[in-house]
């Protein structure tokens, strides 16, 4: 079982940045693929970035030169860079964690956490 935290939502002013972190229990945080998500009012949840255990990255269009996703695995932890935020990134951002054991794929979220950007 994979338990993750999120933190760093807020309140911001179109054009301003935040940085989002996700810390993970567990010794195996290395080989995790993780992934921030974002769902906002009546939209489903939609993938914003991704990084692989070997730091390589993807990202959904919209955020691609504002948004960078970045991971430090000695504390267990990725983070989401963003800048330039915009009112259309207003949303409930998700950690994601997957990993597979066995030939099964494993998905563990965290709580989410709110990022609210003001025109």
């Known amino acids: 079982q994979v338990q993750l935290v999120e933190s760093g939502g807020g309140l911001v002013q179109a054009g301003g940045s935040l940085r989002l972190s996700c810390a993970a229990s567990?010794?195996?945080?290395?080989?995790?693929?993780m992934g921030w998500y974002r769902q906002a009012p009546g939209k489903q949840r939609e993938l914003v970035a991704t990084?692989?255990?070997?730091?390589?990255?993807n990202y959904t269009d919209s955020v691609k030169g504002r948004f960078t996703i970045s991971r430090d695995n000695a504390k267990n932890t990725v983070y989401l860079q963003m800048n330039s935020l915009k009112p259309e990134d207003t949303a409930v951002y998700f950690c994601?964690?997957?990993?597979?054991?066995?030939?099964?794929?494993?998905?563990?979220w965290g709580q989410g956490t709110q990022v609210t950007v003001s025109s």
């Open positions: 990084i692989t255990s070997v730091s390589s990255t």
């Open positions: 994601n964690a997957r990993t597979r054991r066995l030939g099964v794929m494993y998905d563990y």
């Open positions: 567990g010794s195996l945080f290395s080989m995790y693929h």
